[in-house]
């Protein structure tokens, strides 16, 4: 299990560089860990939504409910979410994805049963799934793969 406590960084380029700096070092998974705990959530799921559109065809459906959800927040959508991404797979980026919005706010239990709520822990951790599914598929290797993320993330930031 990840800490997602750190301390956030004096500012982004600060831990920019220090995820930089552990790719370098062959630390590539603490680099996402790194990344994860000091990017707004709804930030990098929205960027991630972008990312996805670009690869996961088949999951344009459920990128587009996410996106809608995050624009405006609905318990019955983040269900429908919930269910769309257990058809599709939770082990897909865009199923791990859509877990994380899930697991981001409300109940895990249905309507009418006594609540709940999933540790806090998860939603970023599944965020990081994502982020390690991004990265692991790249042709090269997993520290290349985050490198080549944290460098669309770092321009688009500055955008």
């Known amino acids: 299990m990840s800490d997602y406590g ?9 831990w920019h560089q220090d995820a930089q700096q552990h790719i370098a070092a062959g630390q590539w998974e603490e680099a996402l860990t790194l ?6 959530p709804r930030a990098l799921s929205l960027w991630l939504i972008r990312i996805l559109r670009g690869s996961a065809q088949a999951a344009a459906s459920l990128l587009d409910e996410m996106q809608r959800w995050y624009a405006e927040p609905d318990e019955k959508l983040r269900w429908q979410i919930f269910h769309h991404a257990d058809t599709l797979g939770f082990e897909t980026p865009a199923g791990a994805l859509a877990l994380a919005l899930f697991w981001s706010q409300g109940s895990m239990s249905p309507e009418g049963l006594e609540p709940v709520y999933p540790q806090p822990h998860l939603s970023p951790e599944m965020r990081r799934c994502v982020l390690l599914m991004l ?12 490198r080549q993320l944290l460098t669309q993330w770092i321009h688009q930031e500055k955008a």
């Open 6 to 14: 750190y301390p956030h960084s004096a500012g982004a380029a600060h």
């Open 135 to 146: 990265a692991a598929g790249d042709p090269e290797t997993p520290a290349e793969g985050t």
């Open 35 to 40: 990344w994860v705990q000091q990017a707004s």
